[in-house]
């Protein structure tokens, strides 16, 4: 709520239509079927919240931010692009492809040869060479190497 008051003061339903709108882009509306709606008595209870915490005004009609609340707004507004930069990039996504194929790898073969299954032990050796895939990639982009690596 925070953030979509940063460049504009806006009325309540404005917010909640933002707010909404960033519940939607996240999938966070999906993860409760049945609640599909912001019930409006929490919401007002979120804004008066707020301002009792003295990082909004408002007043009967629109809502901004005050000092303190303009700097926390800014704050979160660079903790959320920092964690998307980092998410998004090649290094942490071969880190975690590096990590879920060592897991599977030592399932599969362990399964496989518990179990004396050809099929599980030749897909945990499949599973161990995507491991070197991975750590290529990583290497390649860490030392800027993109090229060799592919």
């Avoid at 912001?38 to 990082?55: M, T, Y």
């Avoid at 897991?103 to 499949?126: E, M, P, V």
């Amino acid at each position: 709520m925070l953030i979509s008051l940063l460049n504009e003061e806006l009325a309540e339903d404005q917010i909640l239509q933002k707010y909404d709108s960033f519940r939607m882009h996240f999938g966070l509306r999906q993860m409760r079927m049945k609640e599909t709606t912001i019930d409006p008595l929490s919401f007002a209870n979120k804004v008066q919240r707020l301002v009792e915490d003295g990082l909004i005004e408002k007043t009967d009609t629109v809502c901004r931010l005050t000092a303190e609340g303009s700097t926390e707004a800014l704050e979160t507004k660079e903790k959320i692009r920092k964690a998307h930069a980092y998410l998004s990039s090649g290094m942490t996504v071969s880190k975690v492809s590096i990590a879920a194929n060592i897991l599977l790898a030592g399932l599969k073969l362990t399964a496989g040869f518990l179990s004396n299954s050809a099929g599980l032990i030749s897909d945990g050796f499949d599973s161990t060479t995507d491991i070197f895939s991975s750590a290529t990639v990583y290497a390649g982009s860490k030392y800027r190497k993109e090229f060799f690596a592919t």
